[in-house]
């Protein structure tokens, strides 16, 4: 069975500062990962995906992320946040079956302090 | 191109009601997924249909828990009776069968569902 832990329910930062939030995962096989966003009073948005070609995968608003297999981590980062990054940010892992079942974590609330 | 849709957005039922939730998914996505979240926890799969077929829904809480997809386009999800632990978000995605390998999927705005 695949499952994905989100280190801290809430994270603060101020803006213009380092976003880190963290991820680590579990799966049986070489893994698909996933970043998405679920901006207030929005649907969730594929933020980011790491699919075995590079391991630092690039996103949108400036969002990038790092798939460690020795870790098994898959932390999303930012070098500055911006206020409008505010939102919550969930991990998720997807197995290479053809039905693509996803697995998500229990997310992470984002503070942007101005 | 329209994205997912749900209806409807909020709904407050008093416990022992039924409430049916709608998703429309985006045009020619085979692959349709319910999930939910409770406050504060995980977004948890509930099931996956392929077309109109059910390919999983080993997520499926208990048999209170109805989900239809009838001619292979929108589908409902039918609480009845309600229980106050049905609270929570209910999210419906798509995403295409083939030429996406990766499994990326395409998420409604959610319905809230609100059980008193």
């Known amino acids: 069975a695949q499952s994905v832990t989100q280190l801290g329910s809430h994270v603060s930062v101020s803006e213009g500062a380092l976003v880190l939030l963290r991820c680590n995962y579990s799966?049986?096989?070489?893994?698909?990962l996933f970043w998405y966003v679920q901006y207030p009073n929005q649907g969730l948005q594929l933020l980011l995906k790491y699919t075995s070609a590079a391991t630092l995968v690039k996103g949108i608003n400036g969002f990038e992320a790092e798939f460690k297999k020795s870790e098994t981590s898959f932390h999303l980062t930012k070098p500055s946040a911006h206020m409008r990054d505010a939102a919550e940010y969930f991990c998720a892992v997807s197995d290479r079956g053809g039905y693509q079942k996803v697995t998500f974590g229990t997310g992470t609330k984002l503070q942007v302090i101005p | 191109e329209a994205g997912v849709t749900q209806f409807p957005s909020h709904s407050v039922i008093e416990k022992g009601q039924t409430v049916t939730l709608r998703c429309d998914p985006i045009s020619g996505h085979d692959n349709l997924y319910w999930y939910r979240r409770v406050m504060g926890k995980e977004i948890k799969f509930l099931l996956h249909?392929?077309?109109?077929?059910?390919?999983?829904e080993s997520g499926m809480p208990n048999n209170r828990f109805l989900a239809e997809r009838t001619g292979g386009t929108y589908s409902t999800l039918k609480v009845q009776p309600a229980e106050l632990e049905d609270s929570g978000v209910y999210f419906c995605?798509?995403?295409?069968?083939?030429?996406?390998?990766?499994?990326?999927?395409?998420f409604g705005e959610g319905s809230r569902l609100t059980v008193l």
């Open positions: 249909f392929v077309k109109e077929s059910k390919q999983d």
């Open positions: 799966s049986s096989v070489p893994p698909y």
């Open positions: 995605a798509s995403s295409q069968v083939t030429g996406n390998p990766t499994g990326e999927l395409f």
